[in-house]
């Protein structure tokens, strides 16, 4: 059976960002071929848990379901979005135009559900956003399809895939201390189109076979990856692929690939320079013995 929800929020007028203009709670459980679409133009809007505060929204609401078709367009500023998705085979569509947005999605946070054979897309027209997407939290995200566009300066994402680990500690990976559990995220491709000045890109992936594909182009942005390997990867695959197109000067490039049994690959075309005391910098850590290395 087939659900399907239009939602459109529209008003005349902006309050101050301390105070939401129209709230959106949805809950959903168990449903299969679901379609959700909201769309709320203007400021200050909230998509989240009903029992939230809204001048403090800290609370997410929760849809749970096979096949769920999932749209949403926020377009305004100070905007935010906070919602556990969860189920296989699913499609998630973000669009978010204005600035000062908040966006914190769950999708199987809690590892009840797989993520597999899903697509993912975020295109984000604006500055000062902020992004965390925790996706299949120590589940398996196999075969899926992640797309990210931004046009615009100062947003800041966390993106972590089939890992234990959340965004609080996601800066230690990159360190000399920390080790990393997660499950599988076979086969996912991941686009990251970026075009602007100031923005930072934090991103943990645990999978066997993980291919990225970055442009960049613009001023003072900087990238942390990591790929975490997989004992179940065999010892002649591919392992985690990144391609790295950056364009632009004072860019701060850390990748590492901690994979065990198997290959890396690195692609890198950059352009751009920096000053003696401003660099452009690029470090690169593969270790085949998947234990703790970083820049």
């Not at 529209?10 to 449903?31: E, K, P, R, V």
């Not at 975020?122 to 399809?145: L, M, Q, R, Y």
């Not at 234990?164 to 996912?188: E, I, K, P």
Request: net charge negative; proline share 0%; with cysteine.
């Amino acid at each position: 059976m087939k659900y399907s929800v239009l939602i459109l929020v529209l008003f005349g007028f902006a309050l101050t960002s301390h105070a939401a203009d129209n709230q959106i709670y949805i809950t959903q459980t168990n449903a299969t071929n679901s379609q959700i679409d909201i769309e709320q133009l203007g400021s200050g809007n909230i998509v989240a848990d009903n029992a939230s505060n809204t001048t403090t929204v800290d609370a997410a609401m929760n849809i749970n379901g096979t096949g769920l078709n999932f749209n949403l367009d926020q377009i305004g500023s100070s905007n935010k979005f906070l919602a556990d998705l969860n189920g296989n085979d699913g499609t998630y569509n973000f669009t978010f135009t204005g600035s000062s947005n908040v966006f914190t999605g769950q999708l199987n946070a809690a590892g009840t559900y797989n993520m597999n054979d899903f697509t993912f897309t975020n295109a984000v027209t604006g500055s000062s956003n902020a992004f965390t997407v925790n996706i299949a939290e120590d589940a398996d995200a196999n075969d899926s399809d992640i797309v990210w566009a931004f046009d615009g300066a100062d947003n800041i994402v966390f993106f972590n895939a089939a890992t234990d680990y959340t965004h609080s500690n996601l800066a230690s990976l990159f360190g000399s201390s920390g080790s990393v559990t997660g499950a599988d995220a076979d086969n996912m491709n991941l686009n990251w189109n970026v075009d602007g000045d100031d923005n930072v890109f934090k991103v943990a992936i645990s999978s066997p076979f993980v291919n990225q594909d970055w442009d960049i182009d613009g001023d003072n942005n900087t990238l942390d990856y990591i790929g975490i390997g997989n004992a179940n990867a065999s010892s002649d695959a591919t392992g985690h692929t990144s391609t790295i197109n950056i364009t632009g000067d004072y860019w701060d490039v850390d990748l590492i690939q901690r994979s065990t049994n198997n290959n890396d690959w690195v692609n890198i075309n950059a352009s751009g320079s920096g000053t003696q005391g401003s660099h452009a910098t690029l470090c690169i850590v593969q270790n085949d013995s998947g234990s703790a290395a970083g820049c």
